[in-house]
């Protein structure tokens, strides 16, 4: 049950996903000031040194400068426990190029998923733990040697 009064935490994930796809102009209803990711890096930076809407836009400007035709659905949820709300989702994307080490080709259809739990206050989120599975897509981009090994070009 929703603890939050006057916040439907589905229609706040629904606004966080219009985030991911490219839309920020209610970045700052979205995402508190003081809002935190809790996220492993691969390249073991601290995710939770930045924090508010400095944090999250400038990586998803990142992810959408990297693909083209981006389509991230919602495969389970939103669901809501008191002031937490969790989804998992999927991202199609068509590779841009520009990723180092990638050696897939400009034009490389990937997907992989992950899931999000985000936890609200006043009205807005305030943090974000997520789990992604960047590996899955680094080896079909070819940054990394998967079990089928890297992409190769064509």
């Not at 990937?110 to 599975?133: M, N, P, Q």
Request: glycine share 12%; aromatic share 8%; net charge negative.
């Amino acid at each position: 049950m929703n603890t939050l009064p006057d916040v439907d935490l589905r229609e706040l994930y629904a606004r966080w996903s219009e985030l991911w796809r490219g839309d920020f102009r209610h970045a700052e209803d979205v995402l508190d000031p003081g809002f935190v990711v809790h996220q492993a890096r691969p390249d073991g930076t601290d995710s939770e040194a930045t924090t508010g809407p400095a944090r999250l836009l400038p990586e998803i400007e990142q992810t959408r400068a990297a693909f083209d035709d981006i389509d991230v659905s919602v495969d389970l949820g939103p669901l809501v426990d008191g002031d937490l709300v969790s989804a998992r989702w999927t991202m199609r994307a068509t590779y841009a190029g520009g990723l180092p080490g990638a050696t897939a080709p400009v034009g490389t259809e990937i997907a992989f998923s992950g899931h999000d739990i985000l936890r609200a206050a006043g009205g807005k989120f305030v943090e974000y733990w997520t789990c992604t599975d960047i590996l899955d897509g680094l080896t079909q981009l070819g940054a990394i040697a998967g079990p089928n090994g890297p992409a190769r070009a064509e």
